[in-house]
């Protein structure tokens, strides 16, 4: 989700806050515009949605995939992401919305857990140090006419973003770099589905792990091939590592030392 799309939509620039910011508001079924910031939206899913939301359905990501997402290309990246697929009636609600509420409120994505607000990562070139955020004051919204009060920082650990961010953080980074980069500079559609594999099909890069000749090609220690082999989020993290590696030739997943020879000899068509 461009978190800019509704300030944009209506002229209004974006004031930018940091994690001192604070603001009032507060959600609940008692306010009258309850759940109506579920419908018509665009969300834009980050890995670590997507392994939160196919185990709370307990469906594979390949089959969360095919049902509840659809691809795109991320604008001046060209890199595939996925949004969330809303549903064809009249207000384009998000699938897993009701009258009463989210049915899968404790694993719900990292957009809607940030709103009211945005953050602004993946909007903008020049960085603060840590990023910052923007209030999305969208005119239906009665939460903010509630009292409470919180920074930014109060916000996103109450709503559990502080998790996501931290473990999202190295695959952000790298969505941001690519950012940066010449547009006349393309990835191959290979590089393209390597990434999304990586990113997004978790038990699909699992397999390409551990049942390709991924191992004999690069060095990876006995301690994290153990840990990604049971763990979601060790795995996630050795994704965005390769990934690295993949689009900038750099960090912790070299060729190993045959692999490489190979690759030069058939560079030099030998």
């Known amino acids: 989700m461009d978190p800019t799309d509704n300030n944009s939509k209506a002229n209004i620039p974006p004031i930018q806050l940091d994690e001192n910011s604070r603001f009032k508001f507060k959600c609940h079924k008692g306010v009258s515009c309850f759940t109506q910031c579920c ?8 890995p670590y949605d997507i392994v939160r939301m196919k185990n709370r359905l307990q469906m594979s990501s390949e089959e969360f995939l095919a049902v509840y ?9 060209d890199l595939p992401v996925v949004t969330l697929k809303l549903l064809d009636d009249e207000q384009e609600s998000c699938p897993f919305v009701r009258d009463d509420g989210c049915l899968i409120y404790e694993d719900r994505p990292t957009t809607c857990r940030y709103y009211p607000l945005g953050v602004a990562s993946l909007s903008y070139k020049e960085q603060q ?54 547009k006349n500079i393309r990835l191959t559609e ?11 099909d978790i038990d699909r890069f699992k397999r390409f792990v551990f049942e390709s000749t991924f191992l004999t090609l690069y060095n990876v220690d006995p301690k994290t091939i153990e840990d990604i082999k049971k763990d979601e989020i060790a795995l996630l993290r050795f994704s965005f590592k390769w990934l690295k590696w993949l689009l900038f030739k750099e960090g912790e997943s070299p060729l190993s030392e045959e692999a490489a020879k190979l690759r030069r000899e058939n560079r030099e068509g030998k």
């Not at 997402?69 to 990246?77: A, I, R, V, Y």
């Open 190 to 200: 290979k590089t393209k589905n390597m990434f999304f594999t990586a990113s997004y």
């Open 129 to 182: 140090k840590d990023g910052f955020y923007i209030m999305i004051n969208e005119p239906h919204c009665r939460g903010f006419e509630e009292d409470q009060e919180w920074t930014v920082k109060e916000w996103r650990r109450d709503q559990g973003v502080d998790i996501h961010d931290d473990i999202n953080a190295e695959w952000t980074e790298l969505v941001v770099r690519k950012r940066s980069i010449p």
């Open 69 to 77: 997402t659809k691809p795109e290309l991320l604008e001046k990246t």
């Open 39 to 46: 419908r018509g939206i665009n969300i834009m899913l980050t």
